[in-house]
């Protein structure tokens, strides 16, 4: 079983970046598809991105689209999520989850895709 843990979170102004980081451990990152996903208030879990196990494709959201982009390390069990030119709507809680599933469907968008769960890491972007 894996344990991720999400850091890179914090405050910025719209317009910025930041690069969020999810740090694995207890199991090879390898052997999993990963994923981000988003909270804020009120809102339902959403998707950011996904990438493959092989780091061969990845999925972006349409909002984020050609501003956020998900990248992973096998070597250093670490998957990212650099975030640029951010705006307020991007404020929410971050999550990164992990599948042991292949990500060859759509399925890989939706949250009952992933088994595995950090606790999240908040983004507040401020106009």
């Known amino acids: 079983q894996v344990q991720l843990v999400e850091s890179g979170g914090g405050l910025v102004q719209a317009g910025g970046s930041l690069r969020l980081s999810c740090a694995a451990s207890?199991?090879?990152?390898?052997?999993?598809?990963m994923g981000w996903f988003r909270q804020a208030p009120g809102k339902e879990r959403e998707f950011v991105a996904a990438?493959?196990?092989?780091?061969?494709?990845?999925r972006h959201a349409d909002v984020v689209k050609g501003r956020f982009t998900i990248s992973r390390d096998n070597a250093k069990n670490t998957v990212y999520l650099q975030m640029n030119d951010l705006k307020p709507e991007d404020t929410a809680v971050y999550y990164c989850a992990a599948s042991t599933r292949y990500s060859g469907s759509t399925m890989v968008l939706t949250t009952s895709f992933y088994a595995y769960w950090g606790q999240g890491t908040q983004v507040t972007v401020s106009s």
């Open positions: 207890g199991r090879t990152l390898s052997v999993y598809t």
């Open positions: 990438i493959s196990k092989s780091s061969g494709s990845t």
